[in-house]
Each structure stands twice: as structure tokens, then as C-alpha cells.
């Protein structure tokens, strides 16, 4: 299948490590030219390093904060240089704190806020002028299978990410006319250091050895295992393609089966 990628510009936001860099590979792999982002430098060069070696090719990369609108806007503007615009816009973030509702206060509650929401919102109003003008555009928005059924432990992920799918929805009427798609995707258990993270938190709430966690979590997934970064990529590849024609407005699991809710 021809995805129609290699005189595209992609940013992935939030993507030095985890699902963030594996779509970022998988875009490199079609030709495109991928802009990868995170706070760190250092965790840049050595991800570009690690993407070019894995594809082939290698992406640029810009420090950004994601929580900081000035560092926003300059991401999108050097973005846009090597092709007047950014025809792909990845939204992704780390996730939040892991905690119940008592554990947290207003200071947090923003923070999350900023992050997991109003993040998205400040880079897609960043991006929007130039995919109008192209009368072209794929926004995909990373989310979590929380927005289906939500998860032990993590209150501030369960609320902010079903913010997510509502601008997901509504801005998919909206822009159509402009012939941008907009979509979502929702992940499972993936094999990353957050997974990893969210079952050492779980495992010290409830005073459980974490392999007994991460097991518990496994036996739930019909496919019997945990996703590798890279099939994430190569969903959010055909959404931000060309192939992609007639998808919008959506919110696709990749889960392994996890969710049984009926959407």
C-alpha cells in the first residue's frame, strides 16, 4: 500500500521514548519527514541516533516542553520549515501522576490538565493555518483505553483524556471542509517504561509484589501479551496517510482486545 508520506512533514510530539518514538520510526520507514520533540536535548540526540539507525533516516528534532505555549509555537514553526507547514500532527504525552481522587490537589489537577488537554488544543491551533491553506491535514491524538473503560489508580487520566475525545470529535465537523481528519487512538498495555511505571504504582498502593500486578493485567488480554511500540506506529501511519481517505472523528483501541466495553 502506497501511504503517500514522502513529501510529507510529521511532528510527533512527546516522542524522545515510548509510543511517541516508535510512531515516529514508523513514519521515517515511509518516507516521510518526521520532526521528533521532548524536553531534553540529550534524549533527542540519542533518539534521532536510534531512529536513524533502526530506518535509515533520520528525523530532526526540537526541544520543547509541551505544557509551554511559547515552546509550542516554536516547535511548529521549525517544524514547518523544511516543508512550509506540517501536513501530520502526532498529539502525545506522557501521562500524569498515578493516584486516587484524594490524592491530589488543584496544583496537580492543572498541571495534568495542561499537559494531557490543553496541550493538544495549543498545537493543533498552532498547525491549523497551513493545513487549511494545503486543504490538507491529519491530526491524530493520542489517548488511552481509559476513554473506554477507566483504570484502577488513575484519576487524572481517566478525566482528561476523555477531554481529548470530545475535541477529537467535534473537531473532526469542523475541519472536514478543509479536508483534515482528525482522529484519535486509544492505547492498551504497550511495552514501555510507563506501563512499567503505572504497575510499580498500583503494586505499592494496594501492597502487591509488582510481577503479581503485571500478570493480573496480562491474563486480561485476550492476545496473551503486551503490544510492541511499533504496531502503535504503523495504526497511526494509516491515519495520518494518504490511504487514509474516510476516517474521522474516531477512537480506535489498540488493546490487544483488552476493553470489553461495547463503545
Do not use: H
Not at 9 to 32: D, I, P, Q, R, Y
Not at 75 to 83: D, H, I, K, N
Not at 202 to 209: F, H, V, W
Amino acid at each position: 500500500m502506497n501511504f503517500g508520506l514522502e513529501n510529507k512533514t510529521v511532528l510527533v510530539l512527546a516522542s524522545g521514548s515510548g509510543l511517541g518514538k516508535a510512531v515516529a520510526g514508523e513514519f521515517l520507514k515511509e518516507g516521510a519527514t518526521v520532526v521528533i520533540s521532548g524536553r531534553g536535548e540529550e534524549k533527542l540526540v540519542s533518539a534521532a541516533a536510534d531512529l536513524e539507525n533502526k530506518t535509515g533516516r533520520k528525523p530532526l528534532f526540537c526541544p520543547c516542553d509541551i505544557t509551554n505555549s511559547e515552546d509550542l509555537k516554536k516547535l511548529v514553526s521549525f517544524a514547518s520549515g523544511p516543508g512550509g507547514g506540517v501536513d501530520v500532527l502526532v498529539n502525545n504525552a506522557g501521562g500524569p501522576p498515578a493516584g486516587t481522587f484524594e490524592s491530589f490537589g488543584d496544583d496537580t489537577w492543572v498541571k495534568a490538565f495542561e499537559l494531557t488537554l490543553l496541550s493538544y488544543v495549543r498545537a493543533i491551533r498552532e498547525v491549523l493555518p497551513s493545513m487549511k491553506n494545503r486543504g490538507w491535514g491529519r491530526i491524530i491524538n493520542s489517548t488511552s483505553s481509559s476513554v473506554r473503560e477507566v483504570l484502577e489508580n488513575l484519576i487524572l487520566s481517566n478525566t482528561f483524556r476523555l477531554g481529548v475525545i470530545g475535541l477529537t470529535k467535534t473537531l473532526s465537523s469542523e475541519f472536514a471542509s478543509y479536508g483534515i481528519l482528525v482522529n484519535a487512538i486509544g492505547p492498551g498495555r504497550f511495552d514501555t517504561e510507563r506501563i512499567r511505571q503505572l504497575d510499580r504504582a498500583l503494586a505499592e498502593k494496594k501492597g502487591l509484589p509488582v510481577e503479581q500486578v503485571s500478570k493480573a493485567s496480562l491474563s486480561r488480554i485476550p492476545l496473551g501479551r503486551y503490544g510492541d511500540p511499533e504496531e502503535y506506529g504503523r495504526l497511526a501511519v494509516f491515519l495520518g496517510s494518504e490511504a487514509n481517505t474516510y476516517i474521522t472523528g474516531q477512537t480506535i483501541l489498540a488493546d490487544g482486545g483488552m476493553v470489553r466495553a461495547v463503545p
